[in-house]
RNA sequence: GCGGCGUUCGUCUAGUCUGGUUAGGACACCAGCCUUCCAAGCUGGGGAUCCCGGGUUCAAAUCCCGGACGCCGCACCA
């Protein structure tokens, strides 16, 4: 644990060093909750959106769209965000407590309606005598803490911020599944960034206001799309923590058969053991280790109000414990029909086998970037015994693809390492004069690079430098003719496993 | 929001209790020299309104008050 601690306090410090990332607004003082990433930072966070693109939506060949951060207000009235997304909380006059009012009411018995009026809440805090559970003393009017930023549309409209990329795509939806040839099932990707006016965000890049989330819309018809047709991920094992475990007391996650899961009935639907099997070959993709992550079960209680079932996708972190990365949510009609229901627009579509129409049901996996991000770079940091500290990730994450380097600064060293950064054009390469050949790597250690080209004395006499790795510190000579082919080798990624 | 602790060059930190010279160091960085492979060496250099605002004092990084931000606990976490 003491090791532990230190090292995400080497990350971090390596975060701000090398511009990864860091807080926002320092000169200002800071604002809770927003982060800027660095040079290094946004390029690797743009490579695991690339890898989240190649695996969510190009392998199953999803569309992916981009729709606009403020939504009119309607649009969350629908979603049941400005009534949902919301607390309603009680102050105490006295020593400042906050408390949710549901809770409050919840310990003393009394269960309160879904979207209670704040005057509900009034007249039962009045007519109970409910006190400060601290000090005893009155409690003052309940208030609503809404979890959206509002903002205003022209003069005078109310809009919002999203908190999730998902009604961006339900509000369009008719149109998306005229793109999608009018068929079901219809996924439909975003990747962009939400909004959340959380109370007290802590825990630095792990509870943002303002972040990056990954997400499909998954569309089908729940009578006749009852899972996919490619059963390879049935045979696939997962650690999965269901709510009936927990419910038992159970704490740890057990390695279980997809195909063994469904036949007692875990899941609601076979769409969301296919994303979780998915989503294993992503982990895996970002070295995340075998035991790091599990799948949990949300129980009733916890889950977001559109869900009929959710699932976490939890990775382990040295200093938050079990962190959830992702989320796999069956949404049903809820969000069609509400926006049906709200607009007076026909969401349902027509399924030719049945002759029935029907709103489609939606299954929605969505990734944090910035968790993600986070995640990588704990199970990354290395620091070996010398007290070394390198990134080891996958190349293909990298900030950069290659470093090149003359291993003496001399003029001529200096004049062929440049041909060769010219020669390897189609990669990100990091070129580096300064310093000793030996420091110049460990720079490029430290934020990940996983390949070093050196041009050395015997390159002048047979066009051959050496290639070094980081994960090993070995060196292999090489053609530089030989070296994009190889390159591209090395840094082609992983494919998903279903 | 509450309570406790903290905030000093890019980074880590000494100094704060006990107010008093140009706020010291390490690493990093820059220039030059040296150097045929892993944070080497030598010389030189730049870099800190001591988080912000107010107060006490002849004098504040240091003491007091308020705020911001961070960490821990409480609460919260769609």
Not at 79 to 94: I, M, N, R, V, Y
Not at 309 to 330: I, K, M, N, P
Not at 417 to 431: G, H, P, R, S, W
């Amino acid at each position: 644990m003491q090791t532990a601690k230190k090292k995400s306090e080497i990350l971090m410090e390596l975060a701000k060093r090398r511009g990864i990332f860091w807080p926002s607004y320092e000169i200002y003082g800071g604002v809770k909750g927003l982060l800027t990433l660095g040079n290094v930072g946004f390029e690797i966070k743009r490579r695991l959106e690339n890898l989240w693109i190649k695996y969510f939506v190009y392998s199953r060949n999803f569309q992916i769209i981009e729709s606009p951060v403020i939504g009119p207000r309607p649009v969350y009235v629908a979603s049941g965000h400005e009534t949902q997304f919301t607390d309603k909380a009680l102050k105490c006059g006295k020593c400042g407590s906050i408390f949710r009012a549901d809770h409050l009411l919840n310990e003393i018995g009394i269960n309160i309606p879904e979207g209670a009026s704040l005057e509900y809440i009034d007249d039962l805090i009045e007519s109970k005598l409910v006190k400060c559970p601290n000090c005893g003393e009155k409690l003052s009017k309940s208030f609503q803490w809404l979890l959206m930023f509002k903002t205003e549309i022209g003069v005078g409209d109310l809009g919002y911020l999203r908190p999730e990329t998902a009604q961006g795509i339900f509000t369009e939806f008719k149109r998306l599944y005229v793109h999608g040839r009018s068929s079901l099932p219809l996924g439909v990707a975003q990747v962009g960034r939400v909004f959340r006016n959380e109370i007290s965000p802590r825990q630095g890049p792990i509870r943002l206001r303002e972040f990056t989330i990954m997400e499909v819309e998954f569309f089908f018809d729940p009578d006749t799309n009852t899972g996919p047709s490619d059963e390879r991920y049935l045979e696939e094992t997962i650690p999965l923590l269901t709510a009936e475990d927990q419910e038992k007391g159970i704490t740890e996650s057990r390695k279980v058969k997809v195909r063994e899961a469904i036949e007692r009935n875990v899941f609601s639907n076979n769409w969301i053991p296919f994303f979780l099997v998915l989503t294993k070959g992503f982990l895996e993709a970002l070295w995340i280790p075998d035991g790091a992550y599990r799948f949990r079960e949300k129980l009733p209680n916890e889950r977001a109000h559109y869900a009929k079932q959710l699932f976490d996708c939890e990775v382990f972190l040295e200093s938050w414990g079990w962190t959830e990365v992702a989320g796999f949510a069956y949404r049903t009609d809820y969000d069609l029909s509400g926006h049906m229901r709200v607009s007076g627009e026909d969401m349902s579509v027509f399924i030719s086998s049945t002759n029935k129409k029907v709103v489609p049901h939606v299954v929605e996996p969505s990734f944090g970037a910035e968790r993600l991000l986070y995640a990588l770079l704990e199970y990354g940091l290395r620091i070996d015994e010398d007290g070394r500290t390198y990134l080891s990730i996958p190349p293909y994450l990298s900030p950069f693809d290659v470093s090149v380097f003359p291993l003496l600064s001399k003029p001529e060293f200096i004049a062929k390492a440049k041909e060769v950064v010219a020669y390897l054009d189609n990669f990100k390469v990091n070129f580096d004069d300064s310093g000793s050949i030996g420091r110049r790597y460990a720079r490029a250690d430290e934020i990940g690079i996983p390949f070093a080209v050196t041009i050395d004395h015997q390159t002048f006499s047979d066009d051959t430098v050496t290639l070094r790795f980081r994960d090993t510190k070995e060196q292999k000579r090489i053609s530089i003719s030989s070296l994009p082919a190889e390159l591209s080798r090395l840094l082609s990624p992983s494919k998903p496993i279903v």
